[in-house]
C-alpha cells in the first residue's frame, strides 16, 4: 500500500511524515525546496506501508511546479490513500483541496492538524459531524505532539472513496436535522 501525505505548504506534513517513518527530515519553508518529495516505510499490522510526503498544493489546478509534482504523484495510480493533512484553524482552505481528492475518488483520510492552534483562536470544529457529512474518517491532530497519531493510523483502514452526491446528501440531512433541534429547542 502506498499513502500520500497531501495538504497546503506549513500544515505538518513532514512532521506527520517523521512521525509515521521514524526519519529525520529537514524541513524548509524556502521557495523551491519541496519540490522534492520524501519517502520512507511504516509497518502496519505486518504489512510494510509506503509514505510519501507530498510537496504542498492549494488545489489540483498547479500554478507552480512543485503543484505540479503533487497532481502528478496523486495521480500515479487509483490504488493509492491520501492523508489528507488540514490546519484546522483555515479549514475551510484545506477542505477546498481535500473535496478534489474526494472528486477524483481517492481513499482519503482527513487529519484536522493544529488542532490547539485552533482552539488558541476559539475555533471548534466537531470532527464526528464532519465525519458524518464526508462519509470518511476525520481525525483531530496536533501532529508536534504526536496527539491522534495512532488513531489516523488505525483509521486508514476505513479510508474508502466517496461519492460527491452522498457527501450533498449527507449535509442536507445534517442541516435539516440540525434546524429541527434548532426550532424543537425554541418552542
Same mark, same amino acid.
Given at each position: 500500500?502506498?499513502?500520500?501525505?497531501?495538504?497546503?505548504?506549513?500544515?505538518?506534513?513532514?512532521?506527520?511524515?517523521?512521525?509515521?517513518?521514524?526519519?529525520?527530515?529537514?524541513?524548509?519553508?524556502?521557495?523551491?525546496?519541496?519540490?522534492?518529495?520524501?519517502?520512507?516505510?511504516?509497518?502496519?499490522?505486518?504489512?510494510?506501508?509506503?509514505?510519501?510526503?507530498?510537496?504542498?498544493?492549494?488545489?489540483?489546478?498547479?500554478?507552480?511546479?512543485?503543484?505540479?509534482?503533487? $497532481? /502528478?504523484?496523486?495521480? %500515479? &495510480?487509483?490504488?493509492?490513500? #491520501?492523508?489528507?493533512?488540514? @490546519? =484546522?484553524?483555515?479549514?475551510?482552505?484545506?477542505?477546498?483541496?481535500?473535496?478534489?481528492?474526494?472528486?477524483?475518488?481517492?481513499?482519503?483520510?482527513?487529519?484536522?492538524?493544529?488542532?490547539?492552534?485552533?482552539?488558541?483562536?476559539?475555533?471548534?470544529?466537531?470532527?464526528?459531524?464532519?465525519?458524518?457529512?464526508?462519509?470518511?474518517?476525520?481525525?483531530?491532530? $496536533? /501532529?508536534?505532539?504526536? %496527539? &491522534?497519531?495512532?488513531?489516523? #493510523?488505525?483509521?486508514?483502514? @476505513? =479510508?474508502?472513496?466517496?461519492?460527491?452526491?452522498?457527501?450533498?446528501?449527507?449535509?442536507?440531512?445534517?442541516?435539516?436535522?440540525?434546524?429541527?433541534?434548532?426550532?424543537?429547542?425554541?418552542?
Amino acid at each position: 500500500m502506498k499513502i500520500l501525505l497531501m495538504g497546503h505548504p506549513n500544515v505538518g506534513k513532514s512532521v506527520f511524515f517523521n512521525r509515521l517513518t521514524g526519519a529525520n527530515v529537514t524541513e524548509s519553508n524556502y521557495p523551491g525546496t519541496t519540490v522534492d518529495y520524501t519517502k520512507g516505510w511504516m509497518k502496519i499490522e505486518g504489512e510494510d506501508i509506503e509514505i510519501v510526503d507530498v510537496p504542498g498544493t492549494f488545489s489540483l489546478d498547479p500554478k507552480d511546479r512543485a503543484e505540479e509534482v503533487a $497532481v /502528478a504523484m496523486l495521480h %500515479e &495510480g487509483k490504488d493509492i490513500k #491520501v492523508i489528507s493533512v488540514i @490546519d =484546522a484553524s483555515k479549514i475551510e482552505r484545506g477542505l477546498y483541496l481535500a473535496m478534489e481528492i474526494i472528486e477524483e475518488g481517492y481513499s482519503l483520510v482527513i487529519a484536522l492538524n493544529m488542532r490547539d492552534v485552533a482552539a488558541d483562536k476559539n475555533i471548534e470544529i466537531d470532527a464526528d459531524r464532519l465525519e458524518q457529512i464526508l462519509g470518511i474518517p476525520v481525525v483531530s491532530t $496536533v /501532529a508536534i505532539a504526536g %496527539e &491522534g497519531i495512532k488513531e489516523l #493510523v488505525s483509521r486508514l483502514k @476505513d =479510508a474508502k472513496p466517496v461519492n460527491v452526491e452522498d457527501i450533498i446528501a449527507n449535509a442536507t440531512n445534517a442541516s435539516n436535522t440540525k434546524s429541527a433541534a434548532d426550532a424543537g429547542g425554541a418552542a
